[in-house]
């Protein structure tokens, strides 16, 4: 009777030693460095067990690993890396697109919506410009920096700055529509 | 109504006249682009026969206005050269440098005159062109695109020709041009012009919108500075003075009619290596 006590007491405590062990800082810290695809199989090892909470930290470690040894499939990397997490399950499919087309797309994701541009941008056009400006540092970052892509980050630049013009004729067009 | 200083219209100037016209070429050929495009996927027409016809005819008034000006400036910078090498600054008293300021004040007010004549149907064409493109802006990128739509649009997707940068006219930035010539440009393009990239017209028109918007300002600036600045001559004339307010009209209307200012840097084009295969990711939007 005794013995199955202890033996009930063991099981919970061994329980919880197991999951200290996987919360420790310590075994989720990844020393990101090498060939960038490696270490995505490392970080994707220690995402599928138990270190979820640190992919955010994983990702920019990766970034600058990349920033190191720029190429141009390193882009091609990073969407496989982001597939293969989102299908761990660690992260949705809208934020590994978000992620994606953050860093290393033209588009910007600042710059979306299903309704007009009369009623959905417009009311919050500088807010819009602001988020996008800042959006086109991560694209340095993933395009120029990280994916030695100096054409699409500078299409990306130019995008921002046509995008600004256009909104600009277009909202106080609008304005004036609704003046009337 | 807070009244206009010389700068705000300087400024003004430098900002729309010089930039419009080019804007107005890109226009036109971008528009005969997108008419050859036409019938592949949903087009954006901001590019109507009405609004053409508003840029037509505001090149037209230019073209006028120009006629009439160009004799009268160039005789004012006769006389400006004049009372300048007559070392006339500064001498107070001289007779001949009197007369030379008051002829020169004549013919500044005959300017004056004359811009007064000209600004009301210039004002007229111009409010036109920015109104018919305020309703198709609003209609077309306001009320029928998307933000995602306008993004693929910029970036040309809802065009079918990705042409080579060489084929695209640059974006503003254009001067030391004359007004009408550079409208007879765009009217030749229209009429010319084999085939074009569309991805631009969003943006062409938003510029065309915004400059003619700022010389709609500016036009009625100007019409009330030219009864303050007769009427400041007409005193003038008594004492035979020439101000520098003068030279700065007079330099800003030079500017307007024969783009004769500095240039403001274009928008950087971007290096596009052609040919070259695009890794497209399953994630891109």
Redesign the interface.
């Known amino acids: 009777m005794l013995r199955h006590a202890k033996l009930l007491l063991a099981v919970p405590v061994l329980a919880l030693a197991a999951a200290c062990t996987t919360t420790d800082p310590d075994y989720c810290a990844v020393n990101v460095r090498g060939d960038l695809e490696d270490a995505m199989r490392t970080v994707e090892t220690k995402l599928g067990s138990g270190c979820e909470y640190h992919f955010d930290g994983y990702f920019q470690s990766l970034l600058a690993l990349a920033e190191s040894n720029p190429d ?2 390193n ?2 990397h990073f ?1 496989d890396h ?2 293969r997490v989102q299908d761990m399950g660690v992260i949705s499919r809208r934020q ?2 978000g992620l ?2 953050r860093y ?6 600042s ?8 009623s ?3 009311p919050i056009r500088k807010q ?1 410009m602001s988020d996008m400006q800042a959006e086109l540092h991560d694209k340095e970052l993933g395009l120029m920096r990280a994916s030695n892509d ?2 699409s980050f ?2 990306a ?3 921002l ?3 600004d ?2 909104l ?7 304005q ?2 609704d003046a009337r | 109504m807070m009244n206009p200083t010389t700068q705000d219209l300087r400024s003004a100037r430098s900002g729309s006249w010089r930039r419009g016209p080019a804007l107005l070429v890109t226009a036109l050929c971008l528009f005969a682009g997108a008419v050859q495009a036409a019938g592949s996927g949903p087009v954006v027409r901001l590019f109507p026969t009405t609004v053409l016809e508003d840029i037509r005819e505001t090149g037209q008034v230019a073209e006028d206005m120009e006629n009439n000006l160009q004799q009268i400036i160039h005789r004012l910078d006769m006389q400006q050269q004049l009372y300048s090498e007559s070392l006339c600054e500064g001498a107070d008293g001289d007779q001949g440098c009197e007369r030379i300021a008051k002829q020169l004040g004549s013919t500044y007010l005959e300017m004056l005159e004359v811009m007064s004549d000209r600004l009301p149907e210039m004002e007229r064409a111009v409010n036109s062109t920015r109104s018919s493109l305020e309703k198709r802006l609003r209609q077309e990128l306001g009320q029928r695109t998307t933000p995602t739509s306008l993004q693929n649009t910029l970036l040309g997707e809802a065009g079918t020709v990705a042409a080579s940068q060489e084929d695209q006219p640059a974006l503003r930035g254009r001067s030391g041009v004359r007004l009408s010539d550079r409208f007879k440009q765009y009217y030749d393009l229209v009429s010319t012009s084999k085939n074009g990239p569309s991805q631009s017209l969003a943006v062409v028109a938003a510029d065309i919108y915004l400059d003619m918007e700022e010389a709609s300002q500016l036009i009625a600036f100007t019409q009330q500075e030219i009864s303050r600045a007769a009427l400041m001559e007409q005193l003038n004339q008594s004492f035979g003075m020439i101000t520098p307010e003068m030279s700065a009209v007079v330099g800003g209307v030079k500017e307007i009619l024969f783009g004769e200012s500095t240039m403001e840097s274009p928008i950087a084009s971007p290096p596009y290596a052609i040919g070259e295969t695009e890794f497209v990711s399953p994630l891109a939007m």
Do not use: P
Not at chain 1, 104 to 109: I, L, P
Not at chain 1, 113 to 118: A, I, L, M, R, S
Not at chain 1, 168 to 174: G, I, L, S, V
């Open positions: 141009k499939n882009r091609r969407s982001l597939m590994a697109e994606y087309n290393f797309n033209v588009k910007f994701v710059l979306q919506g299903d309704y007009n541009t009369c959905q941008t417009c819009v100096a054409a500078y299409r630049d130019h995008l700055k046509e995008t013009l256009v600009e004729a277009t909202c106080r067009a609008c004036a529509g």
